[in-house]
């Protein structure tokens, strides 16, 4: 599959991608601050965003769909970005195709098998009926009945959007709830990936812990470890300055 894309920039090419719920408008800021210096291509993975939609979504397929997609592009080697399921979709294509990943940077998110955190957002999600709502208020209303947190419910309602006096999902829920638990799973091939990798962990956010430190040595021998303090999961997004400036020293080291 041929992934939706937003290319800025010139130079070497920094591939972003984004996390599960997502779209390549989540890492929007960190792209504008790479721009001046690197290409950035920034995906929409399949069955989000302005990507195809697809029944199957494991992280060896997604694996495949940026393959494909840089072999549209032209680009015979990258440099890797990717936060949470991104970061595990930039796993699978580095441990398989080691030779095309120059460099891998993975944001607050670590080669094991996840707890699932998201089944109170997939059943608030689903409880919403499309068809009869009026309203991104009415929608933010029904979701605040399960998900208290009034960031995660506007990250969410970003993917809402109105055609033809129709409110639709720029994600396909229907697919992302079949395919959860594959999403949920540590990646499949046993690599190693040999080259330079950047692990970014949030200090609040529990996605990387001490305990990963083995399987991480294992698959990614050459990776290296930056904490940003004051920062959960979505650490790019809370201090997207430290976040870009940790990025762009591990680019020019």
């Known amino acids: ?23 390549y408008e989540n890492l929007g800021v960190i792209a504008r ?5 690197w290409q950035v291509v920034n995906l929409d993975m399949r069955n989000h965003g302005r990507s195809d939609w697809h029944d199957s ?22 440099v890797l970005l990717g936060h949470s399921m991104g970061g595990k979709v930039s796993m699978e294509f580095a441990l398989h195709y080691p030779d095309r990943v120059s460099k891998l940077i993975l944001a607050d998110i670590s ?41 995660v419910r506007q990250f969410l309602l970003k ?12 994600f396909n829920l229907k697919a992302l709830i079949a ?8 990646p499949a091939s046993k690599g190693p990936y040999p080259g330079p ?16 430190q083995s399987q991480i040595t294992t698959l990614f021998p050459q990776s290296r470890a930056k904490i940003i303090m004051g920062t959960g999961h979505w650490l790019h997004a809370e201090k997207p300055v430290a976040f ?6 591990f680019l020019l080291s």
Request: aromatic share 6%; proline share 2%.
């Open 111 to 151: 080669p094991v098998q996840n707890r699932p955190r998201h089944l109170e957002i997939l059943s608030a999600l689903d409880a919403i009926d499309l068809n009869s709502l009026q309203s991104r208020q009415e929608a933010d209303q029904q979701l605040a009945l399960t998900i208290s947190e009034t960031g």
């Open 179 to 186: 395919n959860y638990q594959q999403l949920l799973e540590a």
């Open 33 to 37: 601050a790479l721009a001046g210096q």
């Open 159 to 170: 993917s809402l959007y109105k055609e033809e006096n129709q409110f639709r999902w720029r």
């Open 57 to 78: 979504m494991s992280y060896a397929l997604m694996a495949e769909d940026i393959k494909d997609t840089l072999d549209h592009l032209g680009l015979d080697q990258v």
């Open 244 to 249: 870009a400036k940790i990025v762009t020293d």
């Open 1 to 23: 599959m041929i992934l939706n894309t937003e290319i800025t920039g010139q130079g070497q090419a920094i591939v972003l991608i984004h996390g599960l719920f997502g779209s």
């Open 197 to 212: 990798t950047l692990f970014i962990k949030g200090s609040e956010s529990d996605y990387l812990l001490p305990e990963h």
